[in-house]
């Protein structure tokens, strides 16, 4: 399984999503930019960066129509979703022009396990994946 670090409200976007001004339903971020492809296909761990973006709440609402919900945990591991492609361009509101776009799907939350982040996309650690899978159990 891999990880890769996110800085929220991205991370939470992708996990939990946000309101849709319009509609009301929840809307999720469905790709995740890059400026490197990945080959990678299957399970992503998406840990929340220590450090947050600078966007405000305000432009996340403006830019993609998406109010934001909840609060949003950094410097630990929040939930998994799967990378089910890598395509350039991507039709997704939420795509960056001239980046490649991760597309992902199944987004689920997990149990916030506080962990130190890196660069890249990473194989996660089993001393990691045995703290995920202690904190599911208890949360069951």
Not at 19 to 30: R, S
Not at 37 to 48: C, D, K, N, Q, S
Not at 105 to 133: C, H, Q, Y
Request: overall charge positive.
């Amino acid at each position: 399984m891999k990880i890769i670090s996110i800085r929220q409200p991205w991370a939470c976007l992708i996990i939990t999503g946000g309101t849709d001004v319009q509609t009301g339903g929840t809307l999720l971020k469905d790709v995740e930019n890059r400026s490197w492809a990945t080959a990678y296909r299957g399970p992503l761990l998406v840990h929340a960066s220590q450090r947050p973006d600078a966007i405000r709440p305000d432009e996340i609402e403006r830019r993609f129509g998406v109010r934001l919900e909840g609060e949003q945990q950094l410097g630990g591991v929040i939930g998994m979703v799967d990378i089910v492609d890598c395509v350039r361009p991507h039709a997704s509101r939420w795509y960056a022009r001239d980046h490649f776009a991760f597309v992902l799907a199944n987004p689920r939350p997990l149990p916030f396990v506080r962990w130190k982040g890196a660069l890249s996309l990473r194989t996660a650690p089993a001393e990691l994946l045995a703290l995920i899978d202690e904190q599911t159990k208890r949360a069951a």
